[in-house]
């Protein structure tokens, strides 16, 4: 468990840890929680998912570099009902609370991953507004009127707490 220095809170979520496991980092959390200590972290942000599967880019994905890596994957998911089937009765078992990441091609795509994963359990909803892993390579976080649309679809959709992941590309990241 984590100290009680590092309790704080991100709106109205309360946190055990201010340390939050990114999305993609940890994949779809369970996998992750089978191995890590957990209770050092506040949340953990499962990978991306969409409303249908995606298949991701095909190989290679990643490529070493001396100080990491590069990677590619295009954002493979099975998509939001199947991650949904799969990932709720875990939800309430992990000892760490699941925040979902939410993608997609269009505003109600977001919106309609963001309902679902909420309704299995999600405490928050991040919002991927910056994967250039598309086949366009264009982000949603590059547009401010894309940004605000997607954003709005998805609080339209939700009633819990939700986050815009923006890329630090962003041209204008304050608007």
């Known amino acids: ?22 999305s993609g980092t940890v994949g779809s959390v369970w996998e992750w ?9 506040g949340a953990a942000v499962a990978k991306s998912v969409s409303a249908e599967p995606w298949a991701g880019r095909p190989p290679p994905r990643m490529a070493p570099l001396t100080t990491g890596m590069l ?21 309430q078992k992990l000892k760490v609370p699941v925040w979902g990441s939410a993608v997609g091609r269009t505003p109600e ?16 909803v991040e919002v991927n507004l910056s994967c250039p892993n598309l086949d366009d390579g264009e982000m949603f976080s590059f547009s401010t009127g894309a940004s605000h649309d997607v954003l709005e679809a998805v609080r339209g959709a ?5 986050g815009a992941k923006l890329s630090p590309n962003t041209p204008d990241v304050v608007s």
């Open 109 to 124: 795509e977001f919106g309609l991953v963001a309902r679902q994963l909420e309704s299995v359990g999600v405490q928050a």
């Open 71 to 91: 990677n590619g994957i295009g954002i493979q998911n099975p998509g939001v009902s199947e991650w949904s089937r799969s990932m709720q009765p875990r939800i």
């Open 1 to 22: 468990m984590a100290s009680s220095r590092l309790k704080t809170s991100l709106g109205s979520l309360g946190l055990d840890s201010v340390l939050i496991a990114a």
């Open 158 to 162: 939700t009633v819990g707490p939700i």
């Open 33 to 41: 929680a089978e191995i890590a200590d957990v209770g050092k972290y």
